[in-house]
C-alpha cells in the first residue's frame, strides 16, 4: 500500500474509530485478546508471512467486527470462524487489486544494466514502438492509458469508453502480443 493510501487509508480509520472508554473500543479489545494472536497467525499464512499485510488485515477484520457488532454472534466458535472468513475474504481482495495493477518499484543502479548508455536506450525505445505499432489500436490505446498514462483500469476504462473488464482484457492480450514481437525480434530472454 503507498504511503498516500496507507494516510488516507489510516484519516478514514481515524474518523470511524471508537471513542477512548466507548463500548465500542472495549468489544474491540476483546477480541483482540481473544482472538488477536489466532487470527494474526491465520493472517500471516494467508498472505505469505508477510507480517505488515497481516497486521493491516487483521486491523481491517476488527475494524469490520466493530462496523458489524450489533450483528455479531456472541459464540466464540462463530465469532472466530466468521472473523477468520472476513480476513480470508480480505486477503483475497488485496490480491485481485494487485493482480489488476503490477507492483512498480525504483531500479536501484545495481539493477540497471551495465550498457546503459544513451543509444542503447534509443534503441531499446525504437524497438518497443515498432513492436507496439504492431498491436492492434485497441490494445495499443489499452497499454497507452494503463501503462504509459499511468491511468487506473476504472480511469482507462472511462477515457476509453469500454467496460474495466474489457480493459483488462486488452492489457492483457497486448502485453502478451509484445511479450511475443519482443521475443521473435531476439530482444527479451
Known amino acids: 500500500m503507498s504511503p498516500v493510501a496507507r494516510h488516507r487509508r489510516q484519516r478514514e480509520l481515524d474518523e470511524q474509530s471508537p471513542r477512548p472508554g466507548s463500548l465500542e473500543e472495549e468489544l474491540i479489545r476483546r477480541l483482540y485478546e481473544e482472538f488477536g494472536s489466532a487470527l494474526l497467525g491465520h493472517c500471516m499464512r494467508l498472505t505469505g508471512h508477510d507480517r505488515q499485510w497481516a497486521e493491516d488485515i487483521v486491523q481491517e477484520t476488527l475494524v469490520r467486527a466493530w462496523r458489524n457488532a450489533e450483528k455479531l454472534e456472541r459464540d466464540p466458535v462463530l465469532l472466530r470462524s466468521w472473523l477468520f472468513t472476513v480476513a480470508r475474504r480480505l486477503v483475497i481482495d488485496d490480491r485481485r487489486k494487485r493482480s489488476v495493477?503490477?507492483?512498480?518499484?525504483?531500479?536501484?543502479?545495481?539493477?540497471?544494466?551495465?550498457?546503459?548508455s544513451e543509444e542503447d536506450r534509443t534503441l531499446a525505445a525504437i524497438v518497443v514502438a515498432e513492436a507496439m505499432n504492431g498491436l492492434s489500436e485497441e490494445h495499443r490505446e489499452a497499454i497507452l492509458e494503463t501503462y504509459l498514462r499511468d491511468r487506473t483500469v476504472g480511469e482507462a476504462a472511462a477515457a476509453l469508453g469500454v467496460p474495466p473488464g474489457t480493459v483488462k482484457s486488452r492489457v492483457y492480450y497486448a502485453l502478451r502480443a509484445l511479450r511475443r514481437a519482443l521475443h521473435d525480434r531476439g530482444e527479451t530472454r
Do not use: H, I, N, V
Open 101 to 116: 495493477r503490477p507492483q512498480e518499484f525504483e531500479l536501484t543502479p545495481s539493477d540497471e544494466s551495465p550498457s546503459g
